[in-house]
């Protein structure tokens, strides 16, 4: 089976570009991987996954791929007749663009593919309301057993499960299971606090953040609560961005300049995991995955060196870390709160700024997780570089089913 390496990355700044399209996020994203690959054309792509889930919000509900990249493809900077794959599920999305690009290698039939994702979630218009389209990252078809779950978990710890119109649900689903690992192990605010803190002074080092500036923990405790346990702080922002990657095969690498070659990245494992409802002792489906994942690569938790996770809150992150068998089951909280995971530490986490300081345009995500870990990797991350960094993992969820997600990946990449 042949090597696939990222061969190009790219993010675009996130935030909130009003002025911009999705065309506009696309075109700045593909120009920008091709750049970074030092292509002047995509004339060598053979394939394409477009990753998206709120278009329809803005008027394009299929094709949506084929749609964004017609400019481009008349230009000459795409070129015709190169298939494209529309891909959706919910914030992993990204994840799912970058594993059907992965698998075209794998597979022998394509030496370079792209996946790429875009997302406008900002509508200034007087009015506008784009939460109620949240409401896809859950079925419709389940919600009452979904609603009741939550209900359930939430009286068994004494605590209330209020959805309200004016968050999306998936802030009401992880303030229960956070409220949950508070009651079961003893997780503190302060714990979630600081977690968020540290994130917030990564973003203020990476100039594609959408937040860019520190947050002490106690200016993070003392922000707008959204839903306990949570304050503003603590949650992921609505934003726009746009994010793409390369892959390439190993036949393709070796014909590259030197220069260009030298900053391919190895894919050693791309796993995706899929959601039930479990009870709540039961590991996540991001146990499964990462643990495949280790065993696809042939490496230990103990070796990674950089990791960016799905922190949609900041406790997401405490627990990922002991889904991800970087500390033990109910250590997550000492185990943020004692500054490991910061620059520094014994495993920087979320150097980008994470979901709470980068910004979350959900389609983008994973990629842009994806993105600074091939930066990180090639050393290239400026302020923010984690020193002698050889392996790196990401992890990216997306959907809700019962108390986990609907989908989850888990990608572990090495610098050759």
Known sequence: MTNAYIVGAFTTRFGRASEKTVR??????????????????????????????????????????????LPLVREGLFPERVPMINVEGGCATGSMAFHGAFKDILSGQSDLSLALGVEKLFDPRPGADIFQWFGGGHSPFDREELLEEYHRVARNIGVAFTPEPNRTL????????????MKRYG??????????????????????????????????????????????????????????????SERYRNTLPEPIRARAIRIRANVFTGGKYRNEDEPSL????????????????AQIDVAEVHDATSFCEVYQMEMLR??????????????????????????????????????????????????QLRHEAGDRQVEGAEFALQENGGGVIGLEEAACAITILQKV
């Open 187 to 248: 997780t503190t605010r302060e714990q979630i606090a600081a977690c968020a803190a540290k994130n917030h002074f990564h973003g203020s080092l990476n100039p594609k953040a959408q937040y860019r500036f520190t947050m002490s923990p106690e200016e993070v405790l003392a922000d707008r609560l959204v839903v306990d346990p949570f304050t503003r702080a603590m949650c992921s922002p609505l934003g726009d961005g746009a994010a793409a990657i390369l892959v390439c």
């Open 170 to 181: 998936p802030m009401d689903t992880y303030a229960v299971q956070a409220a949950y690992h």
């Open 286 to 301: 991001s146990r499964v995955a990462a643990d495949k994942a280790y065993r696809v690569a042939g490496v230990t938790p």
């Open 326 to 375: 970087f500390c033990e089951i109910g250590e997550g909280g000492p185990f943020v709160a004692s500054g490991a995971t910061s620059l520094g530490g014994q495993l920087p986490v979320n150097t980008s700024g994470g979901l709470v300081s980068k910004g979350h345009p959900i389609a983008a995500t994973g990629l842009s997780m994806l993105t600074e870990l091939t930066t």
């Open 24 to 69: 506009d996020l696309t075109r700045e994203a593909y120009l920008g991987v091709l750049a970074d690959a030092g292509m002047e054309t995509g004339a060598k792509i053979e394939f394409a996954w477009f990753g998206n889930c709120m278009m329809d919000y803005w008027g394009q509900a299929i094709i949506r791929g084929q749609v964004c990249f």
